[in-house]
C-alpha cells in the first residue's frame, strides 16, 4: 500500500473502565461485581466495571435504565479529584517516552513516538512498556492501538480490549480496514452506522466503493472523512499544546430545586469551586455562562461577557446570580452549571511541533 502521506508511529492509551475500575481498586469490596460510576436515584452513570456492561449498562444511561438491566447493580459516587491524581501520575509515563502527547480526556491520549526520548525502534514495545508501568504505579489496566496515524490507534486501541493492545501494521492496514465493520469506525455513530446499513454499506470494503461524490451527497462534509480513513488517510497530527477554551462546573440535584435560597447556595458553591479550578491553572476568562437544566429536561443558557477578566468567586456569584434573574420562567431546576470562556489561555502563540521522519520498522504484534 502506497501512502500519500507521511507515515508516523502513533500510540492510543485508552484506560479500560477507568472511573469504575479506581473505584474498584481502592474499594477491594467492589472487586467483580457491577458497579456504575454516578447515577444514583436519578442522573445518569457516568462509567460501568465490565461486570456492569455485561448486562448492558453503559455511560450516559439513565441510572433507573441501569438498574432495570442489571437489579443487583452498585451506584458509587465519583470522586474526580482521585481520578485527575491518578491521570497525572500517567501523564508523567506517557512524557518518560515523548513530548508529543494529547490528552483527549482523563484516562486516554494519543502519542507520537516516531522519535522517542528512549530511542526504542519499536512502537509495540514501547506500549508494552507504558502499560506495564501504568500498572504498576496505580494497579490499573490499560489498552493501547498502536498504527501510523490517529485513526487507526485509536480503532486499534479498542480491538484487543481489556488489558490488552494491537498493531495494525502498515502493510495490513487496507485489508484491514475492508473487513472492519462500520460500526467500528471512529466517527461513526449509531445513527449513521445505520444509515450506511439502509445504503447496503456494512463493511469497510463497502465504504471503499462509493465515490467520494456520493458519501459527501450522503453524508454532508463527512462524506470526505469516511472516504479517507477507508483508505487509511488521516493527516491529523498529535497535537501536545491543545489550548483550553473554556472551564465549566455543574451539578444535577438529587431532588429538583425551586427555593431562591437553594439556587444562591447552590450557585456560590459553583462560583467558588469554578474559581478554585481556575486558579489552579492560572486562567482567567471574559465571558461567564449560565446553564439551567429544568425538570422537563428543557435547557436554558445566558452569558455575560465583561472587557476586563472576571478574577473572583464574588464576581462568579454576583454575576450568575444576574443571569438566573434573567430566566424565562420559573420552573423546578434539576441542574445548574457556571462556565467560564474567552480565556487568557486563548492568547498564548503556543506552537507544536510535530516530528515527520522516514519510517524504519513498525513491529507488528
Not at 442522573?43 to 448486562?55: C, L
Request: proline letters at 4%; charged letters at 30%.
Amino acid at each position: 500500500m502506497d501512502f500519500p502521506f507521511p507515515i508516523r508511529k502513533i500510540i492510543h492509551v485508552d484506560m479500560d473502565a477507568f472511573y469504575a475500575s479506581v473505584e474498584q481498586h481502592d474499594n477491594p469490596a467492589l472487586r467483580g461485581k457491577p458497579i456504575a460510576v454516578g447515577g444514583g436515584h436519578r442522573g445518569v452513570v457516568s462509567a460501568a466495571s465490565y461486570e456492569a456492561r455485561k448486562f448492558g449498562v453503559r455511560s450516559a444511561m439513565p441510572s433507573k435504565t441501569a438498574k432495570e438491566k442489571c437489579p443487583h447493580l452498585i451506584f458509587v459516587p465519583p470522586r474526580f479529584a482521585r481520578y485527575k491524581e491518578i491521570s497525572r501520575k500517567i501523564r508523567e509515563i506517557f512524557y518518560e517516552y515523548t513530548d508529543l502527547v494529547e490528552p483527549l480526556s482523563l484516562d486516554e491520549a494519543y502519542l507520537d513516538v516516531t522519535e522517542n526520548k528512549k530511542g526504542i525502534e519499536s512502537a509495540n514495545q514501547i506500549a508494552k512498556e507504558i502499560r506495564q508501568k501504568i500498572f504498576n504505579e496505580t494497579g490499573l489496566t490499560a489498552s493501547a492501538g498502536i498504527s501510523v496515524n490517529k485513526f487507526l490507534a485509536k480503532v486499534a486501541s479498542d480491538i484487543n480490549k481489556p488489558n490488552g493492545q494491537k498493531t495494525i501494521h502498515p502493510d495490513k492496514i487496507e485489508a484491514f480496514l475492508e473487513e472492519l465493520p462500520v460500526e467500528k469506525f471512529y466517527g461513526v455513530g449509531k445513527v449513521t452506522a445505520n444509515k450506511m446499513f439502509s445504503l447496503g454499506i456494512f463493511k469497510g470494503k463497502d465504504l471503499k466503493k462509493r465515490s467520494i461524490e456520493d458519501l459527501t451527497r450522503m453524508f454532508g462534509k463527512s462524506g470526505g472523512y469516511y472516504y479517507n480513513v477507508v483508505r487509511g488517510i488521516h493527516h491529523s497530527e498529535v497535537k501536545p499544546h491543545r489550548i483550553q477554551k473554556s472551564v465549566a462546573v455543574e451539578r444535577t440535584f438529587f431532588e429538583d430545586l425551586f427555593d431562591e435560597q437553594q439556587i444562591n447556595e447552590k450557585l456560590e458553591s459553583l462560583s467558588t469551586e469554578l474559581h478554585s479550578r481556575l486558579q489552579k491553572n492560572n486562567i482567567l476568562g471574559r465571558t461567564l455562562t449560565l446553564k439551567i437544566k429544568y425538570k422537563d429536561f428543557s435547557l436554558f443558557t445566558r452569558s455575560i461577557t465583561k472587557e476586563e477578566y472576571f478574577s473572583s468567586a464574588d464576581q462568579y456569584f454576583n454575576t450568575g446570580k444576574k443571569l438566573w434573574e434573567l430566566r424565562p420562567f420559573d420552573k423546578p431546576v434539576r441542574l445548574l452549571g457556571l462556565s467560564l470562556s474567552h480565556l487568557n489561555t486563548e492568547d498564548q502563540k503556543l506552537v507544536s511541533v510535530q516530528l515527520k521522519i522516514p519510517f524504519k520498522e513498525f513491529e507488528d504484534q
